[in-house]
């Protein structure tokens, strides 16, 4: 009886609980839990502004994911466009009336929160997208028009956020984009002469480059080259992280940030803060955890039995891995610094909010696993 139900079009409030993913909602509060004591280690050990606002953020973003967990899935399909054409609008907005900060405008003040857009576009180019390529037959996923038109729909947005500048969030808009096309099942030869292509332009791109976007990738391949200015960072990085050892100096004990060495350890840098503390065996543990966080949202792909459903979900899991990948390996120096949050562990609302919504819709898939979209 109740597996009849579930395939119907309409579920109880019993039923919607019964199909919950409780362990992604466990995996989600251990790492809320294990960022707001990484927080509390930026504030020296004691409730300051950073921990506070964190431990507000993630706990209101949270109660947001609960929420918006119920929502249908094919709310976010119908409002799929409507959302990528709201996120395009405040990005547009932002250079008109957005907050600067540091020499860069990228936020929008919204009194409660000041809100990066480029944040909420990375949700909204995987929703467009898995609307886009949703029923499209694969034979249709290579016609050159179907290859055009998302190009367009994701060149836009990147170009307003390099001019903000933020060239990091621009790289990683567009890595979610095309890993969606990737996943549609665009043929790879497209993949192939598009990195031809970048790789025989990028002298030509460098040179638009401002000038501190230039200095980051000198500094990448040379640090010690300037120790002082532009390669202290991840100096400072490597030599925290390195410290840690195997099991880390201890829970508020990292010399390399208490001392302020490290600069920008609540944002960008905040696995270089927890690495020194729990060293590698946390490390390893902390990214366990973001594994089995991308692993269930793949498995919960899987389940869905409609496209978009698969195609957002598997986008989603792609980006989350993405944008751990770029964060671990920038602040490693594998990379070069390009401003990428760790997600939830990192302070900052708009990337908080980001992630929540997006794990909601995930959670949606979960819940209305059987519902399937025929239009």
């Known amino acids: 009886m109740l597996r009849q139900r579930l395939y119907s079009s309409q579920y109880s409030f019993f039923e919607k609980l019964l199909a919950i993913d409780y362990f992604l909602i466990l995996l989600i509060l251990l790492i809320g839990i294990i960022s707001v004591f990484a927080m509390y280690s930026t504030d020296g050990g004691e409730v300051l502004y950073h921990t506070k606002s964190h431990l507000v953020r993630f706990g209101v973003f949270f109660g947001v994911f609960l929420i918006f967990s119920f929502i249908r899935i094919k709310f976010w399909y119908t409002t799929s466009y409507l959302f990528y054409l709201i996120a395009l609008a405040m990005i547009v907005a932002v250079a008109f009336v957005g907050v600067t900060a540091s020499g860069s405008q990228r936020w929008i003040n919204l009194y409660f929160l000041n809100l990066q857009p480029s944040e909420i ?28 038109q998302p190009l367009i729909l994701l060149i836009i947005p990147c170009i307003f956020v390099i001019k903000q500048p933020d060239l990091g969030t621009a790289i990683l808009i567009a890595l979610s984009g095309i890993v969606v096309m990737w996943i549609a099942g665009l043929n790879i030869k497209y993949f192939i002469y598009s990195g031809l292509i ?89 990214l366990f955890l973001y594994v089995l966080l991308i692993y269930r949202i793949i498995k919960i792909g899987f389940s869905s039995k409609s496209f978009f459903a698969k195609l957002y979900c598997f986008g989603f899991s792609a980006a989350i891995f993405i944008y751990m990948f770029v964060n671990i390996s920038m602040v490693v120096g594998i990379l070069p610094i390009v401003g990428s949050p760790l997600p939830i562990m990192s302070y900052g609302g708009s990337s908080m909010l980001a992630i929540m919504l997006g794990l909601s819709i995930v959670m949606s898939c979960k819940i209305y696993s059987k519902d399937q979209i025929t239009q």
Do not use: W
């Open 121 to 148: 576009m990375k949700i909204a180019i995987i929703l467009c997208f898995a609307r886009y390529y949703h029923r499209m037959q694969d034979t249709e996923v290579q016609n050159l028009k179907n290859v055009i």
């Open 198 to 286: 970048l790789l025989v332009s990028a002298p030509f791109v460098i040179s638009f480059l401002k000038p501190y976007q230039k200095l980051r990738i000198l500094t990448f391949f040379n640090p010690e080259k300037d120790p002082l200015g532009a390669g202290y960072q991840i100096i400072q990085s490597k030599i925290a992280i390195g410290s840690g050892g195997f099991f880390g100096k201890g829970f508020l004990k990292g010399t390399q940030s208490y001392l302020e060495f490290l600069p920008e350890k609540h944002t960008d840098f905040i696995f270089t803060l927890f690495s020194e503390e729990f060293g590698f065996a946390g490390s390893i543990l902390l």
